[in-house]
């Protein structure tokens, strides 16, 4: 298909030329894609529990590696689209699709020594490197990667906790109490950790996750987690949970108090400094 859109070099309008030569290039990455998965069947297997992580990850390494490479060789078009399909097939295949959370794929029985890591540090590597391809970046493109981010931390700080009660199969049915609650302080943590990060960068949206992931550790605790304890153990948890919002309060507080008092010194228009009390 390529061949002919060479050999018919400046007769076509520019933006058929720009079309053609796309769509060649999409069907020949879906053919050397089939080609690489017959190939990876025939060295790994094709039981696609067990490599099915594996094998994407591979493809999609390669994809934003050589993206990464034509950008250091000074070719962005091929970059961008080389960038674009990694990214699009790590985030649509490897984190919504065949999520080890709810999808049946082996991710290795070694605690943090794993296949989690690579699974959602990739889709982020290829996220940043878009962000420089296209830079300067849109500002709604830049706040949908940190969105993207917030959610990818958020899967893995999850899958990883899965992963020590359940081993390399995540969708094992059942969970057992401590996992429970241990869920609940791994949302006060995630959102103690958004909330330093947001203060930190000065990004709103970090600090709007971290709500939003109180207001989840709480109410998964007053809804679920209290419910399946009794006496002492309720009271406690209710005692810590309590304890743990104050303290995200108080920072948030305090470390937004600097801003406050900055904002507060600012020149008025009129050009006077303000007098000290």
């Not at 769509?23 to 990455?29: I, K, N």
């Not at 971290?210 to 304890?229: N, T």
């Not at 108080?250 to 108090?257: F, G, M, V």
Request: charge should be positive.
């Amino acid at each position: 298909m390529g061949a002919p859109l060479w050999l018919l070099g400046g007769k076509l309008p520019r933006w058929a030329s720009i079309a053609s030569f796309g769509l060649a290039g999409v069907v020949g990455l879906i053919a050397v894609h089939g080609l690489y998965r017959l190939g990876f069947a025939g060295v790994a297997g094709a039981d696609f529990v067990s490599t099915g992580i594996v094998q994407r990850l591979v493809w999609e390494g390669l994809l934003i590696g050589l993206a990464w490479l034509l950008w250091r060789g000074g070719v962005p078009n091929g970059a961008r689209a080389l960038a674009i399909a990694g990214t699009a097939h790590a985030v649509c295949y490897g984190v919504i699709l065949h999520n080890p959370l709810w999808a049946e794929q082996a991710v290795g029985g070694w605690p943090l020594v794993n296949l989690l890591l690579p699974l959602f540090l990739l889709p982020w590597l290829a996220i940043r490197l878009l962000g420089t391809l296209f830079a300067p970046t849109p500002a709604t493109f830049e706040r949908a990667g940190e969105i993207a981010t917030m959610a990818l931390v958020a899967l893995f700080a999850w899958a990883t906790l899965r992963h020590a009660f359940h081993g390399s199969l995540l969708i094992d049915a059942g969970a057992a109490p401590a996992e429970n609650i241990l869920r609940s302080l791994l949302l006060l943590l995630l959102a103690i950790g958004f909330l330093l990060w947001g203060i930190r960068v000065g990004r709103r949206d970090w600090r709007l996750a971290s709500l939003v992931l109180m207001l989840a550790a709480a109410g998964k605790v007053f809804l679920f987690d209290a419910s399946g304890l009794e006496g002492l153990l309720r009271i406690g948890s209710f005692v810590a949970l309590g304890f743990s919002l104050i303290g995200i309060g108080w920072l948030y507080s305090r470390q937004l108090a600097p801003v406050n008092r900055v904002e507060a010194q600012v020149v008025p228009a009129t050009g006077f400094e303000p007098v000290a009390p």
